[in-house]
């Protein structure tokens, strides 16, 4: 187990929306409020028996007492074992820890999270038709037969779920469709996983095919040169354009309404229930 801060993923898109969607680990992981545990998912075993390693980290091996299963460290945390936690895919910022931990925090919930990297086939992801609070633009979710994607999984209780749901206003959560297929990198096939799906479409070039998920520089660049909206023309670069949009509800209204006036939204064709 590490820190975020030591591990170099301690800055938020909040706090920097140019580096959306955030600093992300390079494996599945146990968000436990400040630390990371790093997890291994064992094919052939239960969930909750997944090998949880704490490093050299004595905070952290204190707080586990021990545990070598994901299901035991979640006990000695006083956290919901898994089998009363659910998996939502995080195709942005969400599966970033900082990100996780302030939304939260934020909502005064317990912020321990197993987090687990999954292969999922027939998604896509691009960038959500809207601007967020902060001025970023960010990812959304889009249906895209034969893509292969590597995601991550947030296993959350009911709380963190409802916690989570607050701060995604501009998107809806719903169970992902059978057209997708999700495993882990054990080959463990998970059925039953959920999304949030964005209520803006997806911005596109032609208003067909969804504009794949890139950099905020690319993003935003992109969004300078298509809108005719004077204030985009005003503004001398892209952190402008963050400053601007994160100062003003009503101007990130109306990027969303122009980009949809424009033709510059794509449907994302996803199907599932809600």
């Given at each position: 187990?590490a820190t975020?801060d030591?591990l170099?993923?301690?800055?938020t898109?909040l706090?920097?929306p140019l580096?959306y969607p955030?600093?992300l680990p390079g494996g599945?992981?146990?968000l436990?409020d ?6 291994r ?6 969930l909750?028996?997944?090998s949880?390693?704490?490093g ?6 204190a707080?586990?007492?021990g ?8 006990s ?11 998996p ?5 910022s969400?599966a ?6 302030a ?11 197993p987090v ?8 896509g ?13 960010p ?5 895209q ?8 999984l ?18 809806r959560?719903?169970?992902l469709?059978e ?8 080959g463990?096939r ?5 999304l ?5 479409g997806?911005?596109?070039?032609d208003?067909?095919?969804?504009l794949p998920?890139?950099?905020q ?5 992109l969004?300078r040169?298509?809108?005719d909206?004077?204030?985009l023309?005003?503004w001398?670069g892209?952190e ?8 003003s ?7 969303a309404?122009?980009?949809g ?14």
């Open positions: 187990m975020l030591s170099g993923l301690a800055v898109p706090e920097e580096a955030g600093r599945s992981y146990l436990v400040d630390r990371l545990v790093t997890l998912d064992d094919a052939g075993h239960a909750g028996q997944s949880v390693d704490a050299h980290d004595a905070v952290c091996a707080r586990l007492a545990a070598v299963s994901l299901d035991a460290a979640l000695s945390l006083h956290a919901a074992p898994m089998r009363a936690r659910a939502v895919v995080a195709v942005g969400n970033a820890p900082a990100q996780l931990r939304k939260l925090r934020a909502r005064a919930v317990q912020v321990v999270v687990l990297q999954a292969r999922i086939t027939g998604l992801v691009g960038h959500s038709a809207h601007v967020a609070r902060a001025g970023y633009v990812a959304a979710p889009f249906a037969p034969g893509a292969r994607a590597r995601l991550f947030l296993w959350l209780d009911a709380a963190q779920r409802d916690a989570v749901d607050g701060t995604e206003p501009s998107y959560r719903q169970r469709s057209a997708c297929t999700v495993a882990l990198p054990g463990r998970l059925a039953g996983v959920e949030y799906r964005s209520r803006h997806l911005v596109s070039l208003g067909t095919v969804p998920l890139g950099s520089h690319e993003v935003i660049g969004l040169q298509r809108l909206v004077d204030e023309q005003a001398p892209v402008a354009f963050v400053r601007a949009c994160a100062g509800r009503a101007l990130r209204e109306r990027v309404s122009r980009l006036e424009l033709g510059l939204v794509a449907p994302d064709h996803l199907q599932g229930q809600g």
